[in-house]
Nanobody, 120 residues
């Protein structure tokens, strides 16, 4: 299974970006999908998560600004980020809890990360 993240870049404070992460491979189903971030010198933190049924959770610092969504038919998760702040600068990673074909087990897979820089 591969998770390909895209959409990062440089944006001014107050701007917006949309991250995408597509999972591919011998996938039977995907349970949880999420976005985490890691800023320089800090630990990775879970920013947003979404279940198969669409239930979402966000870290307090992004509530009201970020929106996570998913397209189950495309095995893709999105993160719409609005009103970005300099403190949102980080490498953003997607992850997915995946059940492979011919397996009863779920495994956590991570994408490669995409850099988001918020600066004027």
């Amino acid at each position: 299974v591969q998770l390909q993240a895209s959409g990062g870049g440089l944006v001014q404070p107050g701007g917006s970006l949309r991250l995408s992460c597509a999972a591919s491979g011998s996938i039977f189903s995907i349970d949880f999908m999420g976005w985490s971030r890691q800023a320089p010198g800090k630990q990775r933190e879970l920013v947003a998560a979404i279940t198969t049924g669409g239930s979402t959770n966000y870290v307090d610092s992004v509530k009201g600004r970020f929106t996570i969504s998913r397209d189950n038919a495309k095995n893709t998760v999105y993160l719409q980020m609005n009103n970005l702040k300099p403190e949102d600068t980080a490498v953003y990673y997607c992850n997915a809890i995946v059940r492979l074909d011919n397996s009863p087990y779920y495994t956590n897979y991570w994408g490669q990360g995409t850099l988001v820089t918020v600066s004027s």
